[in-house]
Each structure stands twice: as structure tokens, then as C-alpha cells.
């Protein structure tokens, strides 16, 4: 399919919301890690672009969490940004989830190691949008409405499908999720997270619930086909990391598709990893970015921001074959590496997108039976 009308897709199924006028009225003068900073709505309000990047730089540092190296590329980005702005980079907890985030935001509160900004899934961010400082960057109006909220408080960055990899030197090729359950994957399939806490692993849940009949409006059956796996001695209790993948333990991987991919040019001469969208199980979902109302560095954050939405860093994103959110805008306008695009993993048929309603079903479901069915 053509990243055209993935993205278009993509805004189907997402939240809607309404988009709001943008900016305020531009502040009287801006300050590294000042009020002026801290309250700032768009770039206009530092008095333009080289000015916030002049705040950005007097601050000097951005502190960021959750985001793994091989992860939709950002270890590409955080490099790309402090070779730009000189501007170093703390990066904490890589591995952790959406909620872990949230949770060192609240724990570091008020200190200068607290994050300036967060990388979420749609459930965490809508839940938690009171801790988020509304910004509307330079490319705002190229985001899709359906993907923003309004007041710029959350935004859709990237974006792809769950996805299995596995290493064809020691697995048959699956091409659909019940494969999994066959003998051939004996404590083989790892799931990346816990679904209860992890937007990847509810990803993943959810996608097994559409291979095993299940829909956008009932995760159940995902349940019930993760407590077959366990029971067919086939679910491995390993987080996956690139280490892991890396090293034999963990030879298939339910995983966002950007992930898995990015790990198949690192194994080269290491093992064969390969990655698959399965049939009749297209999840699709956005992760979203919100700058800490709280944060230590605000113009930094800021920055942070205006890079990630600029052609470069959505450009980095395709690189790391996750589906950047202007995708649509920078295909029409010329601006797309269109050499990452092409190397997109391939989707074909019925895709699924999730609302907020429907995730929210969800997850109640999920918190209820999880534990129980495979705990």
C-alpha cells in the first residue's frame, strides 16, 4: 500500500478532535527555563524561530525518556538533534513504557532530571493531558486534524503495524497469527511488554484478537489466543529487546513493525530476521508526542519538538521505516525520502485503527483477564 492512503487510514480510526485557533499572542520577551518558555504556545511566542533556538541552547540540555535507540530511529534523532543545536541529551529508562513516563514525570517533579518531554501511546495521552503544556509547532497545520488535539497539548509523530519478526534460520516463515500456536515455536514468542502497561503489547494483544476472529471491539479473543500459547508451552515471559534478539533468546517478536524491521540491516551476517504484517490482523496506531508542563529545560522541549515535525526529523522517522505523521503532506509536497518509503513493510487488505472508546473497552478487559489467562 502507498504511504498516501495508509496516513488517511490512519486519521480514520484515531480520536477526533476538534482543532482550536493556534498560538496566543506572542510573549514580551522569552527566557531560558523562564515563565515566557515555560508558557510558550509556538515558536512566534519566543519571537521566532532562531530565538527559541537561542533560549534552547542557554538551557543546554533536554531530558528525554522511553525512547530505544532502535526504536522508530531514535537513536538517528537524538544524535541528529545535539549535532544541530549542541544541545546534550539525557536519556533515561530506554526501555521503559508509556506509563513509566508518566510515572517519573510525577516522581521528579519539580527537579532538573524530570522529563521535558514524552513519547505516549493515544490511551496514556489522553489520560494524562492535565501534566501536558499545550505547543503548536511550525508544521502544525500538516498534521491531520484527526491525529492533533486541538489545543496542541498531544500530536501524532509516527506511526505503523503490529508486526511479528522472527529469525528464518531457526523459525518457519508465519504468515498469520495461528502459526504461532504450531510446534515449531516452542517457547519462542516473545511479546514486547505487558499489555496492561505497554501500548506495543496491547498492540499486540490486539492483534492476535483480529487473527483469532476477534475486532477493533473486542480484545478477548486476543486473550484467550496468548493463554493457548502458553498453554501450547509456545509464550516466552522474556521482554524482547535488541539484545535479546540479538542473541538467539527471544527468535520471534511481536512488535511494531518499525522495530522489528530496523533489527533485519543490524543482524546482517548474525541471523536472518525478517518481518511480517500478518494476514487478516492489521492494528494500526500513532504514538503521540507532549511536552511536560513541568519541564526543567521548556525551551529545549520546545525545540525538541519543531525538530521531530520538521521534513529532517520526520525524514529520520521514514528512515527508521515507522510512518511519520506528515507523511501525506511531504509525499505531495516532494519533501519525503522516498528511498525509506518504498522500503516500508508491505500491508495489504482490511486495516484496523482503534478510536479512544474502543481502546478504552479495551484495556478494561485486558486489566481484568490478563493476569488470569496468562499471568
Not at 521566532?48 to 525512547?67: M, P, Q, S, Y
Not at 496492561?196 to 483469532?212: D, E, R, W, Y
Not at 519543531?306 to 501525506?328: A, H, K, T
Request: with cysteine.
Amino acid at each position: 500500500m502507498t504511504p498516501t492512503p495508509v496516513l488517511r487510514l490512519l486519521g480514520v480510526g484515531a480520536l477526533a478532535i476538534a482543532l482550536a485557533a493556534c498560538g496566543a499572542p506572542p510573549a514580551k520577551e522569552s527566557s531560558s527555563g523562564g515563565t515566557a518558555a515555560a508558557t510558550a504556545k509556538s515558536a512566534a511566542d519566543f519571537g521566532g524561530v532562531d530565538k527559541l533556538v537561542e533560549a534552547a541552547k542557554k538551557e543546554g540540555t533536554l531530558n528525554v525518556i522511553a525512547l530505544p535507540p532502535d526504536w522508530a530511529n531514535y537513536g538517528v534523532m537524538i544524535k541528529a538533534f545535539t549535532d544541530k543545536y549542541g544541545i546534550k541529551i539525557d536519556s533515561a529508562q530506554p526501555d521503559g513504557s508509556s506509563a513509566d513516563e508518566i510515572k517519573a514525570a510525577q516522581q521528579l517533579k519539580g527537579g532538573d532530571r524530570a522529563p521535558d518531554v514524552f513519547d505516549l501511546g493515544l490511551n496514556v495521552a489522553v489520560a494524562n493531558k492535565t501534566m501536558f503544556a499545550p505547543y503548536k509547532v511550525a508544521t502544525w497545520e500538516e498534521i491531520p486534524a484527526e491525529l492533533k488535539d486541538g489545543e496542541g497539548l498531544y500530536y501524532g509523530d509516527y506511526g505503523g503495524f503490529m508486526s511479528i519478526g522472527y529469525d528464518a534460520g531457526k523459525v518457519p516463515a508465519p504468515t498469520k497469527v495461528e502459526d504461532l500456536l504450531k510446534p515449531e515455536y516452542a517457547g519462542k514468542v516473545a511479546l514486547n511488554g505487558d499489555p496492561t502497561q505497554a501500548g506495543a503489547a496491547f498492540s499486540g494483544v490486539m492483534m492476535a484478537s483480529l487473527g483469532s476472529g476477534g475486532s477493533a471491539d473486542d480484545i478477548a479473543p486476543g486473550v484467550e489466543f496468548f493463554k493457548k500459547l502458553k498453554a501450547a508451552g509456545n509464550f516466552l515471559p522474556v521482554d524482547p529487546s535488541p539484545a535479546t534478539i540479538e542473541s538467539g533468546q527471544t527468535p520471534v517478536v511481536i512488535d511494531w513493525d518499525y522495530t522489528n524491521a530496523a533489527q533485519t540491516a543490524k543482524l546482517v551476517g548474525k541471523a536472518d530476521w525478517k518481518t511480517v504484517v500478518p494476514t487478516g490482523a492489521q492494528i494500526g496506531a500513532y504514538y503521540n508526542q507532549a511536552i511536560n508542563k513541568d519541564a526543567p529545560h521548556p525551551a529545549a522541549a520546545r525545540l525538541w519538538q519543531e525538530f521531530l515535525y520538521s521534513d529532517e526529523g520526520q525524514n529520520i522517522y521514514l528512515q527508521g521505516l515507522s510512518r511519520p505523521v506528515r507523511l501525506e503532506a511531504m509525499t505531495k509536497s516532494g519533501k519525503v525520502d522516498s528511498a525509506a518509503a518504498a522500503k516500508l513493510p508491505k500491508t495489504e487488505g482490511k486495516q484496523v485503527f482503534q478510536t479512544q472508546e474502543q481502546a478504552d473497552k479495551a484495556k478494561q478487559v485486558l486489566t481484568a483477564t490478563w493476569a488470569q489467562a496468562v499471568g
